[in-house]
């Protein structure tokens, strides 16, 4: 079975700080990796995902994870978040035996500052 | 494209009252998914479709029943509603099992059962 570990509930940070979100996966096979992000009153909407390739993938407004394979990790960073960054974030897993479904994480709240 | 939407956006039950939420995506995809959301609980999965007229359980099935008797339709159901399914619904819908396919999502519906 998988499984998503989210670390942080929730962070606080003030505007231009840089923000590292944990994930940590349980996985035997082969995975994919997503973060998704959910603005206040908003549905989910992909922020990045890794397939396979360069374990450091870029993705909308800024963020980018890197997928590291001997630590069950995809983390989720940013070098200077903004006020607008305020939102929920979810990590997401999808197996090669697992038909397309998706374990989530708890997700964490960020909260930023202006 | 609309995407993925879904109706009503809000609904107030009395315990043992019956519902069903309609989710439709107009992307052709394969796959959709019944999510619930619960404060600290991330996304759980209720159900899914691998196809027309194919549904199967997912992590939390019971007190749920769903149909998707057209490729862009899948329908969850409440036969009798309890308190204990108050919450934020989502719908999903993925091009299908390929690992590197992301998950699309409706804008929920708010269900409280009172």
């Known amino acids: 079975a998988q499984s998503v570990s989210q670390h942080n509930h929730h962070v606080i940070l003030s505007e231009a700080a840089s923000l590292e979100l944990g994930c940590n996966y349980s996985y035997g096979g082969t995975v994919n990796l997503f973060w998704y992000v959910q603005y206040p009153g908003q549905h989910l909407q992909l922020l990045l995902k890794y397939f396979s390739g360069d374990p450091l993938v870029k993705g909308i407004k800024g963020f980018e994870a890197e997928f590291i394979k001997s630590k069950f990790s995809f983390n989720l960073r940013k070098p200077s978040v903004q006020w607008s960054d305020t939102a929920e974030y979810f990590c997401a897993v999808t197996g090669d035996t697992n038909a397309g479904k998706s374990t989530f994480g708890d997700g964490t709240t960020l909260t930023v500052k202006p | 494209n609309a995407g993925v939407t879904q109706t009503p956006k809000f609904r107030v039950l009395k315990t043992g009252q019956s519902m069903t939420l309609l989710c439709a995506q107009d992307m052709n995809h394969e796959y959709m998914y019944w999510y619930r959301q619960d404060p600290g609980m991330g996304l759980r999965l209720i159900h899914y479709s691998v196809g027309e007229g194919t549904t199967a359980k997912g992590e939390v099935p019971d007190g749920y029943n769903v149909s998707r008797l057209k490729k862009q339709n899948f329908l969850l159901g409440l036969e009798s509603a309890a308190p204990s399914q108050t919450s934020v619904y989502f719908c999903?819908?993925?091009?299908?099992?390929?690992?590197?396919?992301?998950?699309?999502f409706g804008p929920g519906t708010r269900l409280t059962v009172t």
């Open positions: 999903a819908s993925s091009y299908g099992a390929s690992l590197a396919t992301e998950q699309y």
